[in-house]
């Protein structure tokens, strides 16, 4: 091989490294925004635990009830407010029922309770 050709071959190398470096850029910068978003999902992990388990800790203190003769649940605060016990149990939602026959329809679950 020549002198000529070698120089040709070194040259087209550095013109492909050099095309390659903006796209070696964005790599980084995708790696440096994946690495912050796994930061915040886990930060987000541990908040929303820590929610969850304080949420429950309310909850506990409540204490809520079943209404004498009825499917519904009430807040001991608040006797007059029909609860939906499936949301509540389930998602430690207070759900207000609207009135219906001598019970309650939560529009959340769509159920009727006596």
Not at 8 to 15: D, F, P, T
Not at 54 to 77: F, T, V, W
Not at 83 to 103: A, H, I, K, V
Request: proline share 4%; aromatic share 8%.
């Amino acid at each position: 091989m020549s002198k000529w050709s070698d120089g040709a071959e070194l040259l087209q190398k550095l013109i492909s490294a050099k095309e390659l470096i903006p796209a070696r850029n964005d790599l980084i910068n995708l790696q440096q925004t994946m690495f912050s978003l796994q930061s915040d999902q886990i930060k987000l992990v541990d908040q929303n635990q820590k929610l969850k388990e304080e949420n429950a800790n309310l909850r506990k203190k409540k204490e809520y009830k079943y209404a004498d003769g009825h499917s519904y649940m009430i807040n001991p605060d608040n006797p007059s407010l029909k609860l939906c016990p499936t949301c509540l149990n389930r998602d430690n939602f207070e759900n207000p029922m609207q009135d219906y026959d001598s019970g309650g329809y939560c529009h959340t679950c769509k159920k009727a309770v006596e």
